[in-house]
């Protein structure tokens, strides 16, 4: 009962403080998605894009339709972890860890934005949940479950494909359990989330597996290793808090319980972003499935631990919501009007425009992309060539006598790209668009690009 009232006040915190946390970049993007469904994406598999469509088509196109996704899909990972914890250790371990989750920085404050990893973590801690039952009952059934659960982690985000690396290794390794390796239920299963995965695989054979060329190019020619492997180690510890770090380096690289489950699907996740750390900036959550494990297991540390656990966790999510919601930098032309000028975008764009050629709106950003099509209700663009998805989605015919309306998040020179290729390009001086990301409404320039001339795109 104090687990139900600790979720309901948390979340109905989250719900008030949403109206704080503007859409973000990111957001806006996995958004845009869902305005051109497809099979796939070249950044990520389509579920994020699903999960909008079907939240906008229930909610209308909104700031909280998207919160609420996020928020009530980390309601069902609490769930889910508690069903988990209660199955390994009991009722109190599986309440324990559902208050350490909610607490963390990564699934706190940033559990209320949707993102693919999120819906990942959804599918991650089933699948986790589905095997804990496999081990424990001996239901052969409960293997097509898995494979529903995993293949659509798979289409959420290609990092569960660790996850059938972690099966596999834990039955070969496991004496008790390496019986179902004769069976034919974990290879049907196995078909089963294969065969959810294949419109996938399809769209990677039609466009000569985009998505591997598009990570492959994070890694860069010149990683800066000191500053790649400073960032991933800072990274974790902050956003999942010291002491679930280190538990969760204790139980991969030390435990020598009988535990295996626990330290194969953590370690599953977390030694392929740590070797590849050097050599590519790692997003903090990134390796956010490799932590479940950890809070899991929380039940087998000492009370100071989780209460250093509990409190650095408040302490880092009382300081971020403090400076979001308060220390946050306004540009001061945006003081009292920054939680509703994104709804006069739209206003703006119909007035802004010329009244002769067809109008098109460009940007040069994917968040910025995002942004003005969820805000300004118009239709995006970006000049060929800078992102590759967007190439997929098509191309604007500009036509002479045309005009754009072209949204810059930092880039300087644009303006003396643009000038040549049209009769008149201004800059407007006001701030239009505001979200708390970055510096977004600082970097922000717009170009009103009247009468096309003809010439590429910038």
Not at 88 to 116: D, E, H, K, Q, W
């Amino acid at each position: 009962m104090n687990l139900v009232f600790f979720l309901i006040g948390l979340n109905l915190f989250k719900l008030l403080a949403s109206r704080y946390f503007p859409l973000i970049g990111d957001e806006a993007y996995y958004w845009l998605w869902s305005r051109h469904l497809d099979l796939s994406y070249v950044d990520h598999p389509p579920m994020i894009a699903y999960v909008n469509f079907i939240l906008t088509a229930i909610f209308g196109q909104s700031e909280i339709a998207v919160r609420l996704g996020a928020i009530g899909i980390v309601l069902l990972i609490s769930w889910i972890i508690y069903l988990t914890g209660r199955e390994l250790y009991g009722a109190r371990a599986g309440a324990v860890a559902v208050v350490i989750f909610n607490l963390l920085p990564t699934f706190f404050g940033g559990g209320m934005f949707l993102v693919p990893q999120t819906v990942l973590f959804l599918f991650w801690s089933l699948s986790f949940y589905l095997m804990v039952k496999i081990i424990k009952t001996g239901k052969a059934y409960l293997w097509y479950l898995l494979g529903l659960s995993a293949g659509l982690g798979l289409l959420s985000d290609y990092v569960m494909a660790l996850f059938f690396l972690g099966t596999f290794f834990f039955l070969i390794v496991n004496k008790e359990y390496r019986h179902w390796l004769t069976k034919k239920e974990p290879y049907l299963a196995f078909l089963l989330s294969c065969l959810i995965f294949m419109p996938v695989i399809v769209w990677n054979l039609r466009l000569g597996f985009t998505p591997l060329f598009y990570w492959g190019g994070k890694m860069g020619v010149t990683p800066r290793i000191g500053d790649n492997l400073l960032n991933f180690f800072g990274l974790q510890m902050l956003l999942y808090t010291p002491p679930i770090f280190i538990l969760t380096l204790y139980l991969i690289f030390r435990d020598r319980t009988k535990n295996l489950l626990l330290k194969i699907y953590s370690a599953v996740v977390f030694v392929p972003f740590l070797l590849i750390s050097p050599v590519i900036n790692i997003g903090g959550h990134w390796p956010s499935t490799s932590y479940l494990p950890a809070i899991l297991d929380t039940q087998r540390a000492k009370k100071w631990v989780i209460g250093t656990i509990v409190g650095f966790a408040l302490l880092v999510n009382a300081l971020g919501f403090i400076y979001y919601i308060f220390l946050y930098p306004v540009p001061a032309e945006l003081k009292g009007r920054e939680f509703t000028i994104n709804q006069e975008l739209p206003a703006y764009l119909k007035a802004v425009a010329p009244k002769t050629g067809q109008t098109y709106y460009f940007a040069n950003d994917l968040g910025m992309l995002g942004l003005v099509a969820f805000h300004g209700q118009v239709r995006t663009w970006m000049a060929p060539g800078r992102l590759r998805q967007v190439d997929l989605w098509g191309k604007p015919e500009l036509k002479k006598g045309d005009n754009i309306i072209y949204f810059a998040l930092n880039e300087t020179p644009l303006f003396d790209k643009l000038k040549p290729l049209f009769r008149r390009v201004a800059i407007e001086p006001k701030k239009r668009l505001f979200s708390k990301d970055a510096d977004l409404p600082n970097l922000t320039s717009i170009f009103i690009c009247e009468s096309y001339k003809g010439g590429p795109i910038p």
